[in-house]
């Protein structure tokens, strides 16, 4: 797991960390996506509206795919919802893991979504953790850049 990519994921309210624990995918809104949601990973943080856990990662899951769909598929009960006809990316998640020791934000900081690495993610205490520089680390650059599951396009004569 150390070259492993974890996308960081922030979960405002608890009914939105529900809705992944019963239905096992995460919601992210194509204009406000980070670049790339390719990781083997997503870790879900907290925010403050969360009692237990609130200000921090307690959870994650593995990424087992994604698909691209309107916001009125994801929630058909809210088919009036301003945004009903928003494109989003639906993640579909394996099982969902909470940490033995969860990693705090010591000093709050509002994050929509943080890219890191495994390595960072098994060694952190803290949120800033994960973004640590340290050469003992995997390469956050190599990590990010490294080869999709999306062959290559090639064209040939055949295709043109």
Partial sequence: MPTDRVLVAYVPHPKDFERICSERWYRIPVRHAP??????WL???FGK???????SIAYF????GHELVRRRDLLPKEPAHPRADDWYFKMQLGE????DRPILAKKWQRILFLHTTGDRFQAAHDLQDLM??????VSRTFTALR???QPPYFITKEST
Avoid: C, M
Wanted: glycine letters at 10%.
């Fill in 35 to 40: 670049k790339g949601v390719y990781a083997e």
């Fill in 43 to 45: 870790a879900f943080y």
């Fill in 49 to 55: 509206a969360h009692a237990e856990h609130g200000q």
């Fill in 61 to 64: 899951a593995r990424n087992q």
């Fill in 96 to 99: 969902i893991v909470g940490l």
């Fill in 132 to 137: 640590s520089a340290d050469k003992r680390f």
């Fill in 147 to 149: 080869e999709t599951a």
